[in-house]
């Protein structure tokens, strides 16, 4: 059987299919062995016990994703790695549920006809086209009026664990964070629907990879989080003065 590479980020990906995976019993997510003698390549299921580093190679996106959870865990306190590593965990599958309802209901051909004629309805009003949107996603899937107690109880435990005293009526601050910032991207969406396209770009997508490759080991850092900036910043200045705006509501809630 002949391969071909294919470019990912600055290395190249070989793509295994099932019937090889099945053959040495692994899957998505399993830990092999690369040795190599010069001249081929060998890959081996590895099934001892992990003793060393495991290298991981993540998108740019899922890079960002992290080290956005970290930080705002850091928030809190410098917990130890344990609990770090629970707690990372607890608020991506929270993150990640959201996100997974939030596809499917875009792929609900009765929401989308709906969204359409509320966007048709609503013209250029963005501001009451974001709280209708909202209402209109939750009426289709009402598990998703939960996400702000799911966020609201995250904080208070972390808060616990960190010997700090919990946020009155923390539901309520929500809402009115949720409110300022559905203001700032109605003011910017021309700007979000630029950035968004541009981060569609090959170009954009290669470069981003480089980076997290470069922080390969130290994803999580802030050093990390302003190298993707820098790089957003070159291809969509505009989104700069966004993140200013996100950063400053954020700042006025203390960070939550």
Request: charged share 25%; hydrophobic share 40%; glycine share 4%.
């Amino acid at each position: 059987m002949l391969k071909k590479l294919v470019k990912y980020g600055n290395s190249n990906a070989l793509v295994l299919d099932k019937p090889i995976l099945e053959l040495l019993n692994i899957a998505e997510g399993s830990i092999v062995k690369i040795s190599t003698d010069g001249r081929s390549i060998v890959i081996t299921p590895h099934q001892e016990v992990v003793v060393q580093q495991v290298h991981e190679t993540l998108t740019s996106s899922e890079a960002m994703q992290l080290a956005g959870i970290r930080s705002s865990i850091a928030y809190y306190k410098d917990f130890d790695p344990e609990t770090q590593k629970a707690l990372e965990k607890e608020f991506s599958d929270i993150m990640n549920h959201h996100c997974e309802m939030v596809m499917k209901l875009n792929s609900n051909p009765a929401f989308q006809a709906e969204a359409l004629a509320l966007k048709t309805a609503c013209g250029t009003d963005a501001i009451k086209l974001a709280e209708m949107h909202k209402a209109l996603m939750e009426k289709h899937n009402p598990e998703l009026t939960q996400y702000p107690k799911q966020l609201a109880d995250f904080d208070k435990k972390c808060r616990l664990l960190a010997g700090k005293q919990p946020v009155a009526n923390m539901e309520q601050q929500q809402k009115d964070i949720q409110k300022e910032f559905q203001d700032v991207f109605a003011k910017h969406k021309d700007t979000q629907m630029a950035c968004g396209l541009m981060m569609q770009s090959p170009e954009y997508v290669h470069r981003a990879q480089l980076v997290t490759e470069m922080f390969q080991d130290n994803q999580g850092s802030i050093e990390f989080i302003e190298a993707m900036k820098k790089l957003m910043y070159e291809f969509c200045p505009e989104i700069e003065q966004l993140h200013k705006e996100i950063e400053a509501i954020s700042k006025k809630y203390g960070n939550i």
